[in-house]
């Protein structure tokens, strides 16, 4: 039996919300509940009520804690002791079946063999053939850009052109990372070329500043568009036509004047590259570049990037094909990662 399974803490944390909870008026130690179930110490309460690594209690001592919690009468002499059964009211023993019903149940199933954890099928930055990548990024605007910017500044740094920068640094890393023997390049989008496209491609932000992304947007023939909204000025929205009803999945902001992003909608694709089917396209996509930041990340972050994988093994099983358009919470200025496992995460998905 293992001390960390689910029911086992469960059913730890049940002992111990009958003894401090059942009668909150009254203060029931564990030493006192020790000596009205006839224990030899109270640190066997202790272990079997630990939050970490609780131990399960025998059968015969969880129906003592359902006779003795199922009737207030256990605490009102003057000590707390077990009252006998035969001394029970109908609905005394109602409770104590119910409870004994309820505690056995939980050791029960803790006594389960434990399956192993849940593995994703694959990672998703891992790529079993020779490559390459290249991720392609919009490049900014000369009026979106600093000096530094420009190439005739003596501080002319490349990257300070390049947009959604959060989000291709995380990525880049990640995918060296998950390929140490694969060629992987960055390139901003007037410098694609078409050599570039023939392998795996990813592709970072909108379509706006990306003219490689709206062209393989299209290519793909995606079910999702991302088109202009007269309600949000600082990005596209994405659209899916569910048979001539348009859903539109906008942001959301804090108030009426739209000067602090509470909620981005981000996008995740992947498909078979339409110019080398061979390999794959990605795209990573968002109305503004936090909703970029979060696509990235579903996939990339430590803690939630293995129970992402695992939806999309369950979720895609039959299809090589997939998109999801999901939400990024923006918490103080900065993107969440989603869980897709959390219910309202996933907004769309296809297929």
Known sequence: MSPSSPALL???????????????????????????????????VSSWESSVTPKPPPSDKLRAYARFFATKRSIEGDTPALLPLDSFSD????TYHDLETELLGLRDEAR??????????????HFVDTGPVTIVCAQLPPENTGSFANPADPNYTELQSFADLDALIELHGHVRAENPTMEVFFKA??????????????????????????????????PIKQVADPEVETGEIFVVDHGGDKEKFRPK????????????????????NPLNSSRALIICNGVHSRGVLGAVRTLTDARLRDKNEQYIARNFTTSSSYAIVMRVPIIG????????????????QWP
């Open 112 to 125: 389960k063999p434990t399956l192993k954890p849940e593995v994703a099928v694959h990672r998703s930055w």
């Open 10 to 44: 469960q059913l730890a944390q049940r002992l111990r919300e009958l003894r401090e909870e059942q009668w909150p008026e009254f203060k029931l130690t564990q030493t006192l509940l020790a000596n009205a179930l006839g224990l030899a110490s109270p640190g066997t």
């Open 333 to 348: 200025r900065q993107a969440m990662t989603p869980d897709f496992n959390t219910p309202s995460s996933v907004l769309y």
């Open 91 to 94: 609905d005394e023993m109602t």
């Open 253 to 272: 902001w804090s108030d009426v004047s739209r000067k602090v992003l509470t909620e981005d909608v981000g996008l995740l694709v992947r498909v078979p």
């Open 189 to 222: 989008a007037p410098k694609v070329v078409p050599d570039d496209l023939s392998g795996h491609v990813v592709l970072l932000g909108g379509i706006v500043w990306n003219e490689v992304t709206k062209s393989l947007y299209d290519l793909a023939n995606l």
